[in-house]
């Protein structure tokens, strides 16, 4: 029997780019997302939920599957209010894990981010290592956070400040060795392929860093 995957952020950069990998997989014989607005896409295999992400309980019993795949995240620029900030990138997530967990969804993979950390004084870094916190206090079976360095790829919203960190680390990267490897920009396509990847091997460590997630993804 095949699989049902869930994807949070699916209209997003990585997001849409995994839809698209689920939805070629034939191992999926469901992909189910939820967002604030429709995608659009017509496609057999796919089943969306529109609504206020803010309020994920509101679809519990319509978050079923084998698989979620979160992919949620904004920015300081997009969001400047610090309490919506974290209801976004804190509360999105954490809430999903409890759902998967009350539905007894055995695989939970979720985009967080370079340097997350429930002990920093950086607000952003801060914000995610609790989310992770929050995430694997659910005990899912196999659960993964990725940690990605600066995300390349084109957006549909103009990211100035993303573009100039871009072409800093193209011309930086070659120079980042060792264990400075993980500090180098990737691709939301090498993302994308890496929780696709993980979803189906389901290895036994955690927390993906940058460099592992090339690694890991590198097979496009």
Not at 86 to 92: A, S, W, Y
Not at 126 to 139: C, I
Not at 149 to 172: F, H, Q, W, Y
Request: with cysteine; aromatic share 8%; charged share 25%.
């Amino acid at each position: 029997m095949g699989k049902t995957a869930i994807i949070l952020g699916a209209s997003g950069l990585t997001g849409k780019l995994l839809l698209n990998r689920l939805l070629e997989d034939e191992t999926y014989v469901r992909v189910k997302i939820f967002t604030r607005r429709s995608l659009g896409l017509v496609h057999p295999k796919l089943k969306e939920f529109i609504g206020d992400l803010l309020s994920l309980e509101e679809f519990k019993k319509d978050f079923t599957g084998d698989e979620v795949f979160c992919c949620i995240g904004t920015t300081a620029k997009k969001t400047k209010d610090k309490v919506l900030y974290r209801k976004i990138d804190f509360g999105i997530p954490a809430t999903a894990a409890s759902l998967a967990k009350a539905n007894g969804i055995k695989s939970f993979l979720v985009i967080s981010a370079l340097g997350a950390n429930s002990e920093s004084n950086v607000f952003y870094n801060k914000t995610k290592g609790e989310m992770e916190q929050a995430v694997l206090s659910q005990g899912i079976a196999n659960t993964y956070i990725l940690r990605p360095s600066l995300i390349n790829g084109k957006r549909d919203e103009d990211r100035l400040g993303e573009k100039i960190g871009a072409i800093l680390m193209k011309v930086l990267s070659p120079f980042l060795l060792g264990k400075w490897k993980m500090y180098r920009a990737i691709k939301a396509e090498t993302i994308a392929n890496a929780l696709h990847a993980l979803a189906q091997a389901k290895p036994d460590y955690k927390i993906i860093e940058s460099d592992k997630i090339q690694e890991v993804g590198a097979y496009l």
